[in-house]
């Protein structure tokens, strides 16, 4: 009966703190975006998210279902073209394909005919028809990937881990060089930029869809789906003994996984207003990989965490340190290529004090959360302690955990 | 009267390589029995058992289910010459289903080293022996469409671990219980694949005398409620002698005897073999 009534409390809760999130976010849009001061915000809130939905659909595969699969980033970039090819207006095609005959060989964008066809760009439903136009787009996107990934999946999916990460990884590659290449030049626009296509102007969308998005992944691992993920990982022999068809859920989450991969590649194409296959490198795969394993592989509430962290440490927090100044202090040795250092050093502490990530395989849950701050006190008095723990010989380290048992 | 055949096993032979792990073996375990597979250590017990369920496909040999074949198969490329088994040519087909396919036709098992699903909760490993049955699709599941199934699962789960004492734990994380209970668990984890035959990968290794004596109640107790037949391999002979119908006894992967309980404890091969060395 208790657990029913602190169960309405906690939704209850949740629904508050979403509508207050989102009504804060579309002020902060309104007030912030014009100025130029605090712009870094509003980039680091919308790329962080798509970097979070990224990061939570990999997290699916490598943390839920024990794939340790590298191909995300080629599959962002599917995601991302088969959205950008479809939404770049006729009238702007001669000059983003203008090394192509006759602005490449598609010529209709999915949100402009739509907004044509529901009153124009004045009207409100022609912004409606827009806006479907790129939601319909996207999901597209994400199907589009998922195919690929399910062909991909039937030889690769059979192989044993190591193997299968060198696979996803070497296949990435293949996608990267594929998209740049001439031949495709008239759909791809070869190794050039694609630019000019819709894209959305409220950082209020991304926000919603990769909400909408994770929700869904959040729902499906608590399901009897997930559940079967979960086995595959803890113990395969078992798994299958218990009659989970291995190969079936594999590929379901395979292909599941890559869904998303191609809807967050297509969400990067329109924060970016351009997308050109280049910067798709293995390098983004494991810039993704990081989040996950900073924010604890095997928890949602972890990779989002540590996606904002990233996107902020390297988009705007430690910006400065490049630039020779930080938190107002000047020195010689901050020059480019020293933000990076430190962003080592901080990954390094994070790792030695959370070696699990951050979150371990816990989720976010509204009591968690008051006991964090009511414990935080106490745990900040503790971390000097901690630290000496750490770096002390073994017997004191010993001795410590002792103490603690005896707690 | 005669007796309902529920496993067959036709003169399997399982080599790794130059090992012959299980030689030549045939047993049959028919409906409501419960039968003993004994042997030294390294015999070739859970290699059989291995086989049956299709994690490895047997060299030679068949194993049938309700007279349907689950696995048989006969020595190809290198094996050929490799063979050291009898009845070469006897079987022809090559047919092996994969552990999936065999736990859904009604063979479920517990494992020698507990193979527990160590990131979940005792609930959570029952649930996943269940997932199998389930009509939802991924859709339907992750959008709960299913949630009168999914609280039919629950209940079921919950009765389950209710049978085995477990229900206040089954918040915890599998591994985090003592090894008896996990030992329980597992039995409860393979009947929630609703078997029709059992098999028991030393069930009561590790426990004390008294443990081991309310485990061979347990199993007495499932065959009778579950209607189902059991095939265990196990060290302690009293658990053996005591619930077996009929035992079959295993030595360097060969059968060397096969009989009733006392029979098998006055088979002077069993006893030079086996009951000789036991300690
Ligand atoms: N996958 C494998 N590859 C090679 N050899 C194997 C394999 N599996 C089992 N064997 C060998 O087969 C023989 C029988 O092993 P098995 O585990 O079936 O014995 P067991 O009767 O279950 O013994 P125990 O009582 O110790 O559990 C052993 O010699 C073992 O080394
Ligand atoms: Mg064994």
């Known amino acids: 009966m208790t657990d029913r009534i602190s169960n309405k409390k906690n939704i209850t809760l949740s629904i508050i703190a979403i509508i207050v999130m989102l009504a804060a976010i579309y002020v902060l849009d309104i007030v912030i975006k014009p100025t130029s001061s605090w712009s870094n915000l509003m980039t680091c809130l919308e790329k962080g998210t798509i970097y979070a939905l990224v990061a939570v659909s990999m997290n699916l595969l490598n943390g839920f279902t024990g794939l340790f699969s590298l191909g995300q980033a080629g599959f962002m970039l599917i995601g991302a073209y088969a959205y950008a090819i479809f939404a770049i207006a006729p009238e702007d095609r001669a000059t983003v394909y203008q090394y192509y005959e006759g602005g490449g060989l598609i010529h209709f964008s999915l949100p402009h005919m739509l907004q044509d066809m529901m009153g124009g760009a004045d009207a409100f439903g022609g912004t409606i028809g827009y806006y479907l136009g790129i939601i319909l787009l996207m999901i597209f996107a994400g199907l589009i990937t998922a195919v690929i990934a399910f062909l991909i999946g039937i030889p690769v999916l059979r192989l044993k881990s190591d193997y299968l990460a060198i696979a996803t990884l070497g296949f990435a590659e293949i996608i990267r060089s594929f998209f740049q290449w001439e031949g495709l030049g008239p759909v791809t626009n070869g190794s050039n930029v694609l630019r000019k296509f819709a894209s959305y102007d409220s950082s209020i969308f991304p926000v919603l869809v990769a909400g909408i998005c994770v929700a869904f992944i959040v729902l499906l691992i608590n399901s009897s789906y997930g559940r079967a993920f979960k086995s595959i990982r803890d113990d395969e022999i078992a798994a299958e003994a218990m009659g989970v068809n291995l190969f079936k859920h594999k590929e379901l989450s395979f292909v599941i996984s890559s869904f998303f991969a191609g809807v967050g590649g297509a969400l990067l194409a329109m924060f970016q207003n351009n997308i050109n296959a280049a910067p798709f490198t293995s390098n983004m795969t494991y810039e993704i990989l990081l989040i996950v394993v900073i924010g604890g592989i095997g928890s949602i509430t972890g990779s989002i965490i540590g996606a904002y962290l990233f996107v902020c440490c390297s988009e705007w927090w430690l910006r400065g340190l490049d630039a020779g100044e930080f938190l107002g202090i000047e020195a010689d040795f901050m020059s480019p290529g020293f933000r990076k250092v430190v962003f080592a050093v901080v990954i390094m502490c994070i790792v030695l004090f959370y070696s699990r990530g951050i979150m371990g395989t816990n989720e976010f849950s509204w009591s968690g959360l008051f006991n964090f701050f009511k414990t935080l006190p106490k745990r900040i008095a503790a971390v000097p302690g901690k630290i000496k723990a750490k770096f002390s010989n073994k017997k004191h380290k010993k001795h410590t955990e002792n103490v603690k048992e005896a707690q | ?279």
Do not use: W
């Open chain 2, 1 to 279: 009267m005669s007796k309902e055949n529920v496993l067959r096993v036709s003169d399997i032979t399982m080599q790794f390589g130059g090992v012959v792990a299980v030689n030549d073996l045939s047993l049959e375990v028919n409906k409501g029995e419960i039968i003993g597979l004994i042997g030294p250590n390294g015999a070739g017990k859970t290699t059989a058992f291995n086989v049956i369920t299709g994690v490895y496909a047997p060299t030679n040999g068949r194993v049938e289910l309700h007279g349907e074949t689950i696995a048989e198969n006969h020595p190809h490329g290198k094996m050929k010459a490799m063979y050291k088994g009898q009845n070469d040519g006897k079987y022809t087909d090559v047919k092996v289903l994969t552990p999936d396919k065999i736990t859904k036709k009604g063979i479920a098992r517990t494992f020698q080293n507990i193979r527990l699903f160590k990131g979940m909760t005792v609930l959570e490993n029952v649930l996943v022996a269940m997932h199998m049955n389930m009509k939802a699709g991924v859709f339907g599941a992750a959008l709960r469409f299913n949630a009168a199934e999914e609280a039919k699962m629950r209940e079921e789960a919950m009765e389950l671990l209710r049978m085995f004492n477990l229900e206040e734990n089954k918040d915890d994380l599998a591994t985090s219980l003592p090894y008896g209970k996990q030992r329980h668990l597992e039995i409860a984890r393979a009947l929630a694949t609703k078997p029709q035959l059992l098999l028991l990968d030393e069930p009561a290794a590790g426990m004390n005398p008294q443990e081991s004596d309310e485990l061979m109640r347990m199993v007495g107790k499932i065959r009778d409620d579950f209607n189902l037949s059991i095939l265990m391999i196990e060290h302690h002979m009293q658990v053996i002698m005591g619930i077996c119908e009929r035992i079959y006894v295993l030595d360097y992967g060969a059968l060397i005897a096969e009989g009733t309980p006392e029979e098998i404890q006055n088979n002077p091969r069993v006893i030079e073999a086996y009951l000789g060395v036991d300690d």
